[in-house]
DNA sequence: ACAATAGTGTCTGTGAGACAGTATCGA
DNA sequence: TCGATACTGTCTCACAGACACTATTGT
C-alpha cells in the first residue's frame, strides 16, 4: 500500500465509499457413470431465470474465504471435509446485472458416493450435470460461469498430469482398473494398462482384497500410499504454482 | 447462487451490510544485476511503519480486477504495456490490523531497461529489493505479502519450465548466454549450455547482430520466433491451470 | 472351451543430462 | 599464443508409448 492509500485509510470510513460485494462461487465436481460431472443449480429468478448457475455465497464480514467456500458447499450440499482448492478470481465490471459483485471461484473434488444432495440445507434444485454438456456450444449457463467451468476443467486436466487429484474421486480402496478409468476420463484419453500401471505404482500400495462376482479374473485392491499430506486437505496458495495452461 | 441467496438479493441494500473492502496487490519482478528483485515499497505509516510492502490501491467500484492491477502498476513505476497475471486472492480475517481486506495478488514480469522508478506519480519510497533478501527469515514484511512474495516466487519457477515467462524479462533481441542466465535465475541453478539450446531453439530466430567489443567470441543476437501471442498480454485465467504447485 | 477383464514383459524412440570438443574474439 | 566465452557433437540412461503375452474368474 502507498503512502497516500496509508492516509486514505486514516480517514476511512466503510460507509463513505461503495464497495464491490464479494462472493465465492463453488465448482463441485465428481465423478459418476464414466463422466465428470458438476453439481449446479437452477436459477429461480431473474436475471438467468430457469438457467443453470454455480452455486455460491456471499462472504461474510467475519469468515475467510476459504470458510465462505466451505460453508457454501456444505449449505448446498452438505458435504464436510472435502478436496477444496482457490482457483480464480472474477472482477469484471458487467458480470452480474444487478450489481458489482467480485467473484473467488473454489474447486472442489468429491467422490461421488459421498454426494447425498438432499442433505443440503437447501431447498434451490440442487444436481448432477455432465461438464461436457455445460460446455457446450448451446448451453446457456448464468453470468460468467460457463468460463469458470471451463477454466476448472483445463486445471483438472492439468493437475492430473502432475498431482494426485485423482485420487479425490475414488474412495480408500479401488482397484487399478477403477484408478485407471478416473485418469482416463479427466485426461479425456485412453491410457495403456501397462504404461498406467508403471506410472503410478509408488502411489499406491496392494490390500489383501479382491473384486468378486465378477465374471472374468478378479481385480485386486489398492489404497494410496501414505506419502504425507492426503488429498482432501487444502494446502494454501497451491493453486498457484502450479499451475498455469501449458 | 440459490434461490435464498436470489432473495436475499432482492432485498439487498449495500448500506445494510458491512463488506469488506478490496484491493489488489502488486509484485512486479525484474531481473537486475543478475537477481530476481522485486518492486517494493516502504511503509510510511502504521501498521508496519517502516517496513517494506507489496505496492498496491483498493478496486474502485468502477474498474475490473485487472484495470486496478494496471492502474496501480503505472501509479507505482510508471510501467504500461506489460506482462500481467493474477496469482491468488488472500482474504483471511487478520491479515490487515486495521479493517477487512480482501486482496487479489497481481504479477508483473518486466524487462529490467523498462522500469524507471521516478516515474510513478507517488512519492513514496520504491525501489528495487532482491527475492533472495526478501524471502530470508530474518527480513519482516508487512502483512501477509511475504507470504505473496513466496507464493509468486514459487509460481514464476514452474512457469519457466513450462512456458515462456523467462523471456518477459529481455528486451526484444537478446543472446542465448543472457537468455539462459535469466533460466538459471528463475531455476535457481545452472544449466548445461548444449542441452539448453536444443531446449530452447524452436523459440527463437536468429538475428544478423553480434555483440561487438567483447574480448571472447562475440555471441549472435536472437529474437523469440512469433509463435502466435507473445508473452506481455494477459491471457484470461491463464494462471488457473497450469499452474498448481508440484 | 470361451468370453471377458486383470495383470505383466519387453521393444523402441525420444529427450534430458553430462561432458568433451571446436570456434572466435581481444590482448 | 593465451584467456575467455560462444557454440556444437555425441554418449548414456530413464522413461513414455506401443503392443503382445499370460492369468483368472463365471458360464
Redesign the interface.
Known amino acids: 500500500?502507498?503512502?497516500?492509500?496509508?492516509?486514505?485509510?486514516?480517514n476511512?470510513h466503510?460507509?463513505d465509499?461503495?464497495?464491490?460485494?464479494?462472493?465465492v462461487d463453488l465448482l463441485v465436481f465428481t465423478i459418476e457413470e464414466a463422466a465428470l460431472k458438476l453439481v449446479m443449480?437452477r436459477?429461480?429468478?431473474m436475471p438467468f431465470q430457469n438457467k443453470l448457475?454455480l452455486?455460491?455465497?456471499?462472504?461474510n464480514?467475519?469468515?475467510?474465504?476459504?470458510e465462505a467456500a466451505y460453508r457454501g458447499i456444505e449449505?448446498?450440499t452438505g458435504l464436510t471435509d472435502i478436496y477444496l482448492e482457490?482457483?480464480?478470481?472474477w472482477?469484471?465490471?458487467e458480470r452480474d446485472p444487478?450489481?458489482?459483485i467480485?467473484s473467488?471461484s473454489y474447486m472442489a473434488l468429491v467422490p461421488i458416493h459421498k454426494i447425498h444432495l438432499s442433505k443440503g440445507k437447501?431447498?434451490?434444485q440442487v444436481s448432477l450435470y455432465p461438464v461436457e454438456e455445460l460446455l457446450a456450444e448451446e448451453t446457456e449457463i448464468?453470468f460468467d460461469h460457463k468460463?469458470m467451468i471451463a477454466?476448472?476443467r483445463?486445471?483438472i486436466?492439468?493437475?492430473t498430469e502432475?498431482?494426485d487429484v485423482a485420487f479425490a474421486f475414488l474412495p480408500e480402496e479401488f482397484t487399478l482398473p477403477q484408478l485407471q478409468r478416473i485418469y482416463e476420463i479427466l485426461l479425456g484419453k485412453e491410457l495403456y494398462k501397462a504404461n498406467f500401471r508403471k506410472k503410478i505404482k509408488d502411489l499406491v500400495e496392494e490390500t489383501e482384497h479382491y473384486t468378486t462376482g465378477v465374471s472374468h479374473r478378479p481385480s485386486q485392491y489398492y489404497r494410496r500410499k501414505g506419502n504425507g499430506e492426503e488429498v482432501g486437505k487444502n494446502?494454501?496458495?497451491?493453486?498457484?504454482?502450479?499451475?498455469?495452461?501449458?
Chains 1, 2 share one sequence.
Open positions: 500500500m502507498t503512502s497516500s492509500e496509508q492516509e486514505f485509510l486514516n476511512y466503510p460507509e465509499y461503495e464497495k464491490p460485494s464479494v462472493a443449480i436459477r429461480e429468478e448457475a452455486p455460491g455465497v456471499f462472504v464480514i467475519r469468515e475467510s474465504l476459504e449449505e448446498e482457490q482457483l480464480y478470481t472482477g469484471d465490471l444487478r450489481m458489482r467480485i473467488v437447501r431447498t434451490t448464468a468460463k477454466c476448472a483445463e486445471r486436466k492439468n493437475k502432475y498431482t494446502e494454501q496458495m497451491e493453486s498457484i504454482s502450479e499451475s498455469g495452461n501449458r
